[in-house]
């Protein structure tokens, strides 16, 4: 089997894994590159079906096109779609000149935790992965979070062959990472051989392009003139600054990442 | 093409402040694996907490491993050398984070221990030796780290390298290679040392490429992971463990041992059509039958189909807060099968260290390995760890948590889960059961705490809360016309009834009710009354026949 059929083998053991064991289900689709490979994986898994919801945590703060992306894909393939907001901090006024952390927490971890606990999701799937950040690299493919969505990072169970965390109190629900091994490179060479369609932020336009996307004021474009999957492949190939350099929530502290995803962040 | 080279995963692991970390930063780095941005990041973070720059911080990504210097989860990053890629897995060596190295090395294909050349083999240097053995290691590379320590000196090498060579061999596994090497003073990583001219191993960037998988298994296993219905077709899904199958092959589901055929692969999208599936693919089969299908079936060929039992010896780790104990139940999970699973024996404990089995031990605790007999509460599927690698390792789960990982040594089977096994004698058995009188509502009640199979030369429970047997004895089991001989504690023999003559020794029926007979004469009366084939009126009360007094009580049971 060649590295990319293993890696897609592996998710679709786990996203099954996910839908068997676990009671309800559904996937954070960020509308990046990432999480738009694992809505495809799950199709790949359930033969043509998601047989899950697809969530969006809407910051209100995404670039716009993003959001014409999410709603075309939605209505094309005919899927489920929940978007949450956190109402309550944007009316409040919440944005990143209060601080990129503090607005990361209000809009995205907590409308994350909001959402889960409106919905009663017992798992939620999420595209992250070990080479994204030190954190996402100590991650566990099952990874419980308690009733306030803690992440008891220096306590993780043991993932002995394949045998995931399916035992857990009620409340507590289980972040599925069924992409956790794949590197960046992987996505792109996947995306590139399966030919999955991504968002045009992605492309370079006028130069530049989005390596990682997220909300407008805290994403940055590099400059680049990769207009294809196979243009972006060879050009990662040359590049040695780390993905989310452009994404500046992450460049706050040494430790932005951890100390959010101790809290819940995704 | 790229995309058709090999990614072999190896784990690093060995003694905490050996310095695995250290090796895999230094390797990642010299190697350019590591993006400059992200060491660049990882000087700054250094610098932020006013410590010196340590390669380990290329792996100890956690704020709290950094500041102790101690790494506490496992970290996995990608490598490659012109050979093949590698997904190379840090462990934590320190005792308190040995889950997380097992759940490390669990995953990986091949293995590295790395010992300190100056401090040498350490507690959890053999610890960790022992582990890697249970996960079916037969071959593990050993790196000498800190040879800096000891003056790049020969004979500081090869005392270390005959010390872990010796303990390895006792474990069955081959040491090779043997890496000597400085990680921070970055010699033998990835040209050949000058300062150990003497080394017969290439630097660590080549001798990585000496590592080989274990030989994976043949013959199809494919555990039945769930059924769909979509479209409205029936849908087999799971992953194949080990072999492949095609459309067109028979094959037989077990534990039920049902045959059927596989019509046709599932596949998404709809072209090309799939015809065939190698191991370690996730498919979707649509077979001929139409019976009803079962998570934790496996699927296999006819003639090859594994075991089916319901009493295993295992080699166990245990991980667990609270030690395992004998007749305590937790959850086995076995491939795609869970079923309750009671301790049922617990033969011996194995010294890490010297590696000495202790037997008759009451309890298994943490981080202890030890050989037990479970029994369980269904049969299922399974093969010996030693035949089938995924289909004969299973974790057990206590409460919430994953508690201990075990491998299969051996299975029986039995109707029900206690009794005694010899070929086809299959005997059902209450011998070693205990009597209770509850105090709570004044009934007798009859528990098994410790269900198990014994067959011969196997250790009996002689004694129990409620009952007391002889060291020698024999047993004569009437509803599935058996008998057995206990001689000594153990099961000397176990044969059909017809073949059993009385030879003066005390004896018992399937409950551990003494049968009154002290000649031939007597035990051929009583044995013909209780098979019902006794002349008319021969059959004399229950009570002249059997004694429940001899050898058992009724003790006090139960909460207050």
Known sequence: MSHLEALEAQSVYVLREAFRSLGKLGLLWSIGKDSTVLLWLSRKAFYGHCPFPLIHVDTGYKIPEMIAYRDRVTREMGLELIVYQNSAALQAGMGPEKGRLACCKALKTDALAAMTKAYGFEGLIVGVRRDEEGSRSKERVFSERDRDDSWDYANQPPELWGQFKTDFPKGHHIRVHPILDWTEMDIWRYIEKENIPVSDLYFSRGGERYRSLGCAPCAGTIVSEARTASEIVLELARVSAPERATRAQDQEDAYALEKLRKDGYM | MEEARETLKVVFAGHVDHGKSTVIGRLLLDTGAIAQGAVDKARAAAKEAGQPFEFAYLLDALEE??????????????????????????????????KNMISGAADAEAAFLVVDAERGVEEQSLRHAHAL???????????????????YREEAFARIRAEITAYLGNLEIDAFPVVPLSAKA?????????????SASPPLSEAMDELERDRSDESLRLPT???????????????????????????????????????????????????????????????????????????????????????????????????????????????????????????????????????????????????????????????????????????????????????VLETRALAAAAGFLEGEISARSEIFAEYFYRYRDG????????PRVFAK?????????????????????????????????????????????????????????????????????????????????????????????????????GDL
């Open chain 2, 225 to 407: 992971q769930d059924v769909y219905k979509f479209d409205g077709r029936r849908i087999v899904a799971g992953r194949v463990e080990s072999g492949g199958l095609q459309v067109g092959d028979r094959v037989v589901v077990s534990p039920g041992k049902r045959e059927t055929q596989i019509r046709a692969l599932a596949s998404w999208p709809p072209a090309p059509e799939k015809v065939a599936a190698r191991e370690g693919e996730s498919v979707g089969l649509i077979l001929a039958d139409e019976f009803f299908h079962r998570r934790g079936e496996i699927i296999s060929h006819l003639g090859d189909p594994p075991q089916v039992a319901d009493s295993i010896k295992a080699s166990l780790f245990w991980l667990g807060r609270a030690p395992l104990a004998r007749g305590k139940k937790y959850k086995l999970k076995l491939a795609t099968a869970a079923v309750e699973a009671t301790v049922a024996e617990i033969v011996s404990v194995t010294d890490s260290q010297t590696l000495n089995a202790r037997p008759g031990a009451p309890e298994v605790g943490a981080n202890e390995v030890a050989q037990i007999w479970l029994s369980l509460k269904e049969k299922i599927a399974l093969d010996p760890f030693s035949r089938h690698r995924a289909t004969g390792r299973f974790v057990l789960v206590d409460g919430y948590d994953v508690a201990g990982g075990g491998i």
């Open chain 2, 133 to 151: 053995s249970l996960l079916g290691a037969r071959r593990v590379g050993v790196i000498v780290n800190k040879m800096d320590l000891v003056g």
């Open chain 2, 186 to 198: 970055g010699e033998n990583i990835v040209t050949r040392s000058e300062l150990m001219p003497w």
């Open chain 2, 65 to 98: 491993e950094r500041k102790q210097g101690v790494t506490i989860d496992i970290a996995k990053i990608r490598f490659r050398t012109a050979k093949r890629d590698y997904l190379v897995i840090d462990a934590p060596g320190h005792r308190e984070f040995l």
């Open chain 2, 443 to 450: 009934s007798i009640v009859r528990e098994n705490p410790a």
């Open chain 2, 457 to 557: 030369g196997d250790k009996v429970p002689l004694r129990g809360i409620s009952y007391s047997y002889p060291a020698s004895f024999d047993v004569a089991i009437f509803r599935d016309r058996a008998a057995v001989l206990i001689r000594e504690g153990a099961v000397a023999d176990i044969m059909p009834l017809e073949k059993y003559s009385y030879g003066g020794f005390p004896l018992v029926n399937g409950r551990g009710f003494a049968i009154k007979a002290g000649s031939a004469e007597e035990w051929e009366k009583a044995r013909d009354a209780l098979l019902g084939q006794g002349p008319p009126g021969a059959l004399g009360s229950v009570g002249s026949i059997l004694d429940f007094n001899v050898y058992r009580k009724i003790a006090l049971g």
